[in-house]
């Protein structure tokens, strides 16, 4: 595409309608027709209620997925080259055009996605704000309380109807607005939905709930927690996002799968008006993502889980075809192999690598695919039925996250299953896992690689991992579930800040680990290890 066009979406839609979703998708067929590089929102909120349905594998990425095979959104792109889609700033600074999703109330359903993104090169957007009409979480304060219900005052602007649900609640100080203790509710909700009892007041039947929260304390819940992703980017390479604010969102607010060489800047995750919580999943999943990823200034506030959830999945070696080719199966959705990139191959802590000579797909199967590889290089003869791998084309040559926030969040702030990360200049507050989380997966979502090579400078923890993870505490965390041992490896640790918080760093299933040059300010303990398990820790003091 040229940048020389065009392309203005008020020739198509304006954001007073009813429904501007329509209007939108003829701008972008246009701007796909006339290789337009261009297409300029103005300032408003453009309300989104009609869909179309892409057919896309996208959606299964966990166990709980289903199999859907086809997705309701409001816009998709797809196919695109060099296309900016550029919205308005407001007076303050922020995007002034708004994409608001079209919501329907029901418990924990899926939701037409806002922006769907297939197969793009060079696509970027700018000055855009998304949300749902009505926000999908809600918030208040606990006026009363029994041992077997609670009464919350809904607050002002937030959601108020009978039989919303209770997804991913978590407690919040009133005074200081900070996150406090374990998540009241996680993804399967409370064992009832709230009853509208007054304007704006809910009482909650439920024991469970009553017994974790306090008089007083403020609260915010979601109408539901399944996986689903409102902004979806796969194989959009060369991807550009900057000055982006995601207001409210109805399960992962974004999810770039399979795409190489982002860039990212000003990208802003917060609940608007007192809502407290912005999404019931994570803000920003990177999947299979390769290439170089550069992160400036992102700020994360109130998701349920991670803020930034860097990871791949593991390989299998299902069955070897002769020394040089084997069949290998991988969970969830599908994406593309490189030849000449590696595939790694683990005999506990023991790595070695094969070049890919020749791939292809050898089948889809339930819960996953199977791959046909051939390896210029015999198979290592430790490798048999089972064995764990790794395709290294689908992480990033390079990670880099620079002078961001993540605030009250109840999962981790960065968790990291990849190579090659640094972390600068970051502030995490108030995270219930730790500020940033090291290691891989394997249990339930297979969920890799290791993490190695990894730099944390010049950042700042405080009240962070208050609630385990893996079994991991504190504001940095190295620990991966399933494995025991030291997985994680050269890992520098310098110049930052760590306050109130039980632990500093626990180190667990990792080695090669530099500590050096940091600050502990009401931290009980600043480095725990387990003998055992945990390699060499230079540590001074």
């Known amino acids: 595409m040229s940048s020389d066009k065009i392309i203005y979406v008020k020739d198509y839609t304006s954001p007073s309608g009813q429904d501007s979703a329509d209007g939108i998708r003829e701008a972008i067929r246009a701007a796909l027709e006339a290789e337009a590089g261009l297409i300029v929102f103005e300032a408003g909120t453009y309300r989104l209620t009609s869909v179309e349905v892409v057919q896309t594998e996208g959606m299964v990425h966990d166990a709980g997925s289903g199999h859907q095979l086809w997705k309701d959104t409001h816009i998709s792109i797809s196919g695109a080259k060099g296309l900016t889609l550029q919205g308005a700033i407001g007076d303050n600074g922020e995007p002034a055009t708004v994409l608001a999703g079209y919501n329907d109330g029901s418990v924990n359903g899926y939701l037409p996605s806002i922006l769907w993104c297939e197969d793009n090169e ?82 909650l039947n439920s024991q469970s709930v009553a017994s974790k929260v306090q008089l007083g304390e403020h609260l915010s819940w979601h109408q539901g927690a399944r996986t689903d992703f409102q902004i979806y980017f796969a194989r959009c390479d060369n991807l550009e996002l900057s000055r982006l604010r995601i207001k409210n969102a109805n399960g992962f607010a974004m999810l770039t799968e399979s795409c ?94 094969r070049v890919i000579e020749d791939w292809s797909l050898e089948e889809k199967t339930e819960g996953g695919h199977k791959y046909r590889i051939r390896l210029q290089e015999e198979i290592p003869a430790s490798a048999l039925e089972g064995t764990l791998c790794a395709a290294d084309c689908w992480e990033a040559d390079s990670y880099t996250c620079t002078d961001s926030e993540f605030v009250n969040i109840a999962g981790a702030g960065h968790l990291v299953r990849n190579d090659h990360v640094t972390i600068q200049r970051c502030t995490y507050r108030n995270t219930m896992n730790p500020g940033i989380l090291l290691g ?56 930052n800040v760590f306050r109130n918080s039980a632990i500093g760093i626990h180190a667990i299933d990792a080695d090669e680990v530099s500590v050096s040059r940091n600050l502990f300010e009401g931290v009980e303990r600043p480095l725990v290890t387990q003998p055992g398990v945990t390699g060499k820790v230079e540590f001074d003091g």
């Open 440 to 495: 891989a997966e394997l249990p339930t979502h297979a969920e890799g690689g290791h993490a190695t090579h990894i730099r944390i400078e010049d950042c700042v923890f405080d009240h962070c991992g208050f609630y385990p993870r893996y079994g991991a505490e504190g504001c940095i965390g190295i620990k991966s579930s399933g494995f025991d041992g030291p997985y994680n490896r050269h890992i520098a640790i310098s110049g």
């Open 260 to 353: 190489r060489h982002i860039r990212a800047e000003g990208v802003v995750f917060k609940p608007d008006g007192n809502r407290l919580f912005t999404a019931p999943r994570d803000a920003w999943k990177l999947f299979k993502c390769s290439g170089h990823i550069e992160i400036n200034r992102m700020y994360v506030e109130g998701v349920r889980m991670d803020g930034q959830n860097i990871q791949s999945n593991w390989l299998f070696l299902e069955r070897k075809l002769s020394p040089l080719e084997a069949v290998f199966f991988c969970k969830y959705t599908y994406a593309p192999l490189q030849i000449g990139s590696h595939i790694e191959f683990y005999d506990g802590a023991h790595m070695e690598r």
């Open 122 to 203: 060079a696509l970027s957007l700018r000055h855009l704000a998304f949300t749902r009409e009505p926000e999908f979480a809600s918030a208040g304060i606990v006026t009363s309380r029994s041992e077997s219900s609670i009464t919350v005052e809904v607050f002002a602007g937030n959601s108020c109807h009978e039989g919303m649900g209770t997804y991913c609640m978590n407690r919040l100080d009133p005074l200081t607005g900070a996150l406090t203790g374990e998540s009241v509710t996680y993804g399967g909700g409370a064992d009832a939905d709230w009853e509208q009892v007054g304007k704006r007041s809910f009482v």
